[in-house]
């Protein structure tokens, strides 16, 4: 069987973060998903549940749930095809309400750009040259 990943990431509004999420591209499994909780489809074997912060604090027994607005845990990287993927998939998040959290990083071989999304969670978007 292969593998899948699961992230699992806090968030404010459930409707708000569908629809922000949904215009970048997005589908969501409506199997495992509810009221406070949505599973949200990146790619085959990659699933984002995006669970509302009481959900999430549910799932921490001896820790609390950063203030994204903070601190950072984690960057949520997810690599595409080529450049103007890039370009396309940052524009519409930007379109949707993000910011942009840096500058383009062009490394030659690597090509990303970065943005914080509604609730403070920071994502990037990169093409990665592949190697003969």
């Known amino acids: 069987m292969a593998r899948q990943l699961y992230v699992n990431l806090p968030i404010q509004d459930l409707e708000r973060s569908k ?17 406070t909780s949505a599973s949200m489809i990146v790619d085959e074997g990659v699933v984002f549940m995006l669970l509302e912060k009481d ?13 994204t607005s903070k601190v950072c845990a984690a960057i949520n990287a997810i690599q595409v095809d080529d450049k103007e993927e890039v370009h396309q998939l940052l524009e519409k998040a930007l379109d949707a309400g993000a910011k942009e959290y840096k500058e383009a990083q062009d490394h030659g071989f690597m090509f990303g750009r970065s943005f914080e999304d509604l609730d403070g969670n920071i994502w990037e978007f990169f093409w990665m040259k592949a190697t003969d």
């Open 19 to 35: 629809d922000f999420f949904s215009k970048l591209g997005f589908t969501f499994n409506e199997q495992f998903s509810d009221e």
């Open 55 to 67: 959900r999430f604090q549910s799932f921490l027994p001896h820790k609390t749930v950063a203030d």
